[in-house]
């Protein structure tokens, strides 16, 4: 392992450290021996001492007392250069010095011990916390699995694999570090069962294979679990590497739980938002088919039950009807395909360049009729680019707009459509007079089945018209918004084209 | 019944034959029927119908196959296809195939007998020249004399824009697509933009109402169409 030759490295430049300190003392002991004397000359002896333990630890400085001990006593203590003690006081002297250096050692080496202990939990309680802020941000389960694995082997030091339950029961690896390293299919198969049996609810490891098995603990009970690689690690973990895996088996495990318990929320939402489309598509089917075929049918049963009974005025009112009616459930069928054409993604884009004008006629041909009561303005700046777009789709959404405002806008009244260049992009816009949205409820307009009003089911026909506009529009890559007038009462829905759907500009004098 | 100019109605749904039938019958012509494709294309041999409505979607082969087939005997009998709204692409690989025209489900009565006319007036017309002055309204185009009037006044166009005018007056009533037009002005390799530009200037020219057109009509995702003077 890197880390063990390390450190190895380390300890033996210590001893090689203490070994210099312990030379230098003896050269200013030395120098200082005529000015202090032999018996002040310890005290330079155990500054060395006092340093090699700070630095070193227990063992050099240990060394370092041992060696200064037999330093003092061959340099200075009479006779010379020789191990002997002669005088009593000198060894009472010698025999202090040797005490204190090595109660004096091991006080420095402890308080430099508890100053690396402080330090490395600082460390890892910043790494823990870069971390918990780290996955806060992840929203996707194998990205928080990625996270976690990545950490884990960094701050532990070891390779390490995060297992976590699918559709299919526990995954073989959600995420590893290094990449691509998985568990052996023997281990995964004894997982598995230990995992399907419920065993981690109360298992705290287990080791299997070349890998030891943590369980990833959330409040609700396991949600997955840990390998980490038995190679050339300490077994079990350390109480510290213990401690600091635990908070982040903890973190990962909070999280994973939450994102569940998101999606389980998000799902009960959606389904609660099905239902009530569903209600809403039964009651309009309903609705808007069985009224003109009411209408159809009474109309067709008076006509034939008395030939010549109605007289002209009395017989165009019943055709009338007929058509009319005939017409309404057709663009209620039309409607009812082109929703489910986009909620199936089946929309096939048919672009070309096209002129808007063109396709502003062809909407107001189509809507005449419904129209007819109203007075329709064209204004379309001379100047409008031509736009990549699908006519078809184009013309549907103008139909809808167009079929809204005769519907809401009192007979009599105006209808403005208008088209402008917007700095590089192009606006067309549909404008009535008549009562204008509801407040606050701009954006609600383009919800599927939305209805103004809850009384006003006759008028708002299908619910859908709205809903296919901002479909199309988003197909045909613009954007659909609602607003009421600044000038004046009523609504105006504007359609944004981008730059990038102009046409480039072609010359008119083609050969 | 019988003393009437053939139709051939080609549709898998009896009802809406039954409907086709007693209006088509109503209106003197002689109706066939037929619920298939090899039915259709084995009448139209031997029977030779004028004209033929022919819905696209038959329980034993394609509309467009059976269009395909027709035309490969060498059968130039008008087909008007019955269409629905969103199939635009089927109406032109229709038209591209040899239908000469079509009506969108569900369609009027009158459209449907609108088109068949105008399919009769030019299938009768193959022989001879066409009228040489159209007039429809407040619009006069004399073709022999290349001259084009709005309400009694000469309009003056550029070659490319009398070309256009040219050909949906001699298709007078008849859809276009913009591919058959482009073919026919310009060549096959040009920009829809291109027919588009001269479309407008056209109609700034000649409409009263150059947005709300109402002689060179836009068939949406497909072509143009002249406006013939309603009976």
């Known amino acids: 392992m890197e880390r063990g030759d390390g450190s190895e490295r380390e300890g033996l430049r210590s001893y090689g450290v203490a070994g210099l300190a312990v030379v230098a003392a003896l050269g200013v002991a030395e120098l ?98 870069a971390f918990s802020r780290h ?55 004894a997982l598995r069962a230990s995992w399907v049996a419920g065993e981690w609810v109360g298992r705290d490891a287990m080791r299997i294979g070349g890998h030891l098995f943590y369980p990833l603990r959330a409040a609700s009970g396991p949600v997955g679990l840990v390998a980490l690689s038995r190679e050339g690690g300490r077994e079990p973990l350390s109480p510290d590497e213990e401690r600091l895996f635990g908070s982040l088996a903890g973190q990962v495990a909070g999280a994973l739980e939450r994102m569940d318990l998101g999606r389980e929320r998000d799902e009960a939402r959606v ?79 048919d672009r070309s360049a096209i002129d808007l004008g063109e396709v502003v006629g062809t909407a ?43 519907k809401y806008a009192p007979a009599g009244s105006l209808v403005t459509v208008a088209g402008r260049p917007a700095g590089d992009d192009v606006s067309l816009t549909v404008a009535d007079e008549g009562p204008g949205l509801p407040p606050g409820d701009e954006e609600r307009v383009f919800d599927k089945f939305y209805r103004a009003a809850a009384d006003d089911r006759r008028r708002a026909g299908t619910g859908l018209g709205l809903a296919i506009c901002r479909g199309f529009m988003e197909a045909l890559g613009g954007r659909i918004s609602a607003a009421n007038r600044a000038d004046g009462p009523g609504a105006i829905v504007t359609l944004a084209f981008p730059s990038s759907l102009v046409a480039p500009p072609r010359r008119e004098d083609v050969a | 019944m019988s003393g009437g100019l053939p139709i051939l109605v080609v549709d898998d749904e009896p009802s809406l034959r039954r409907l086709l039938r007693t209006s088509l019958d109503a209106q003197g012509y002689r109706v066939l029927e037929a619920g298939t494709g090899r039915g259709a294309i084995e009448i139209i041999a031997h029977d030779a119908p004028e004209v033929v409505p022919l819905d696209l979607g038959l329980p034993d082969m394609d509309g467009l196959e059976v269009i395909r087939r027709v035309r490969a005997n060498g059968a130039t009998t008008p087909i008007i296809v019955l ?41 009768l017309r193959q022989d001879g020249a066409a009228t040489p002055v159209f007039t429809s309204g407040d619009l006069t185009v004399d073709l022999t004399r290349r001259l084009v009037s709005v309400q009694d006044r000469e309009v003056k166009l550029s070659n490319k824009e009398w070309d256009i005018l040219k050909l949906l007056v001699v298709n007078a009533g008849k859809v276009l697509t913009h591919r058959a037009i482009m073919e026919r002005v310009w060549g096959p390799t040009v920009d829809v933009q291109y027919l588009r530009i001269y479309v407008r200037q056209l109609r700034q020219k000649i409409e009263e109402h150059p947005n709300r057109p109402r002689h060179i009509l836009t068939e949406t995702g497909v072509g143009y169409r002249l406006a013939t003077p309603s009976p």
């Open chain 1, 364 to 406: 107001l041909q189509r809507t005449a009729r419904t129209l007819a009561g109203h007075e329709v303005v064209i204004d379309l700046a001379p100047d409008l680019p031509m736009l990549h777009l699908d006519a078809v789709l184009l013309e549907q959404v103008l139909v809808n707009l167009l079929d809204n405002a005769a």
């Open chain 2, 83 to 123: 269409s629905s709204r969103g199939d635009e692409r089927g109406k032109v690989a229709a038209l591209d195939l040899g239908a000469d025209d079509y009506v969108t489900k569900p369609f009027g009565m009158s459209e449907l007998v609108a088109r068949i006319r105008t399919a009769l007036r030019h299938r």
């Open chain 1, 271 to 349: 389904a609660v938002e099905n239902e009530r489309l569903r209600a809403a598509l039964l009651s309009s089917l309903s609705h808007d088919l069985k009224t003109p075929l009411a209408s159809i049918t009474g109309a067709v049963t008076a006509l034939r039950a008395g030939p010549g009974l109605y007289d002209g005025a009395a017989h165009d009112v019943l055709t009338v009807t007929i058509q009319d009616e005939a017409e309404r459930m057709t663009r209620f069928v039309t409607n009812l395909l082109d929703m489910t054409r986009i909620e199936a993604g089946g929309i096939t884009l």
């Open chain 1, 135 to 189: 996955i806060a941000g992840i929203a996707d389960r194998d990205a928080l699995a990625e996270a976690a694995a990545e950490r884990m082997a960094d701050l532990l030091d070891r390779d390490v694999i995060v297992l976590l339950p699918g559709p299919d029961g526990l995954a073989a690896a959600a995420a590893s570090n290094p990449a691509g390293d998985v568990v052996e299919d023997i281990e995964l198969e």
């Open chain 1, 32 to 129: 200082l021996r005529p000015a202090v004397g032999i018996e002040n000359v310890d005290l330079v002896f155990l500054t060395a001492v006092v340093g090699v333990a700070a630095t070193g630890g227990l063992g050099p400085s240990l060394a370092a007392a041992f060696a200064s001990v037999l330093a003092y006593n061959f340099f200075f203590i009479p006779p010379v250069f020789t191990f002997e003690v002669a005088d009593a006081k000198n060894l009472a002297t010698l025999v202090f010095f040797a005490v204190v250096t090595v109660v004096v050692s091991n006080l420095a080496a402890r308080v430099r011990a508890q100053a690396l202990a402080a330090k490395e939990r600082a460390r890892s309680t910043q790494a823990l916390y």
